[in-house]
């Protein structure tokens, strides 16, 4: 997603890796998503960066050493994490979407790896 050149137009452009996932939930959640996040992060390169400021997130940077923030999203179907690096020149935010019950079982796998005995041994 970019603001353009004025850090108030909003263009967006999908590049769907597995488009066979993108059915009628997932568009009408991204849809209601970005409508909602158009009042405040994704409102302007400016409220981007305020709401940076004012909320917690990730913290990363990138190349360039320019600070930007990564934010979580749970809707009912995906979990969507939002990039924001709100910088001119660039794609000012980037959003990756996961299924929500794929990630929910990777998670409940991994935790009991974890708890499993090797030799008769809790780890």
């Not at 999908?14 to 993108?22: M, P, R, S, T, V």
């Not at 409508?35 to 990138?62: C, F, N, P, V, W």
């Not at 929500?100 to 090797?118: C, P």
Request: proline share 1%; aromatic share 14%.
């Amino acid at each position: 997603m970019d603001f353009g050149k004025s850090g108030t137009e909003f263009f967006n452009k999908w590049f769907g890796k597995n488009c066979d996932l993108a059915d009628n939930n997932f568009i009408d959640e991204l849809n209601s998503l970005v409508a909602e996040l158009k009042k405040s992060l994704l409102k302007s390169r400016t409220d981007m960066s305020k709401y940076i400021r004012e909320h917690d997130g990730i913290e990363m940077q990138d190349l360039e050493s320019y600070k930007g923030k990564g934010f979580q999203f749970a809707m009912k179907y995906n979990v969507y994490f939002l990039r924001c690096i709100p910088k001119q020149g660039d794609y000012d935010c980037y959003c990756y979407v996961y299924n929500k019950a794929m990630l929910e079982q990777i998670f409940a796998e991994s935790e009991q790896s974890e708890t499993q005995t090797m030799g008769g041994i809790s780890q």
